[in-house]
């Protein structure tokens, strides 16, 4: 990042930025190079950045990130890296996404789960979207639900067994905070590095199913997009419910496996 602007790189801590609201979009291409250089394409070497403007005037940057022996459907694109971000940080409105490329199908759909779908302004490529111009025919699954992945309401959660593993809490307070109105099955994830630094992730889903960011990619996008990036992981965390009707388990130790050999640990909760 030495080419890049040594003042914002320094104000772009963990991967968002306070306080940006008379960010000029000169401003905004050169923050979108700084989140290009977060990708991680080991697959595809095709690098993408992007970055969430929020309505608190906050900007949250985002990377696709690629594993090396997991499924491709693994794979975490750059719009769903800066919206997972923002929502991690507890921003409750996205009001324009821009992107170094044009958005693929399965992004577009992801962005169906934001509350404000049809009013957030996606901008690639020198040009300017509504979601509706871009996915006109989107496939749409109502659980009847009255919120969105920013402001999805909290699942009442109890461990099935006590645990004194403040990593399990942790974990399963992150699950708490998943956005999963399609199968009701919220997962946590803590991951914690050599430095003691924690990363949390949590589940978020998409009516399509492909394109849901399960709980382990979430809290890896947190430490990719901050200064920890390059610290190896020490534990990893996890919290799923006991009778959920799928599981990522598989997926998750392959993801992990590619980048650490730590066993994963489990706490297994109910809805109480």
Known sequence: MDSLDPALTKKLKDGYLTNAQNTSLSEIAEILQVAKQFSVAPISGFHVGACAIGA???????????????????????????????????ENEITDLHVTEAPCGHCRQFLRELNNESTIRIHAQEKTYLLADLLPDAF???PKKNYGLL??????????????????VRALNAAQLS?????????????ECSSGQLFSGRTAESAAYNPTVNAVICALNQRNLSSHREEA???????????????????????????????IETLLFEFC
């Open 233 to 263: 992981i020490l534990s990893a965390h996890f919290a799923k419910l006991a009778t959920g009707i799928q599981s990522q388990a598989s997926l998750n130790k392959a993801i992990l496996s590619s980048i650490t050999n730590v066993v």
């Open 56 to 90: 608190s005037g906050n900007i949250y940057i985002g990377a696709n990130m690629e594993f090396s022996g997991a499924p491709l459907s693994a794979s975490l694109h750059a719009e769903q890296s800066a919206l997972v971000n923002a929502w991690m940080h507890g």
């Open 151 to 168: 402001n999805t309401p909290p699942h009442k959660l109890e461990a099935i067994h006590s645990t004194e593993n403040n990593l399990l």
């Open 140 to 142: 749409v699954l109502d």
């Open 179 to 191: 956005y999963v109105p399609y199968t009701l099955n919220p997962e946590g994830c803590i991951l």
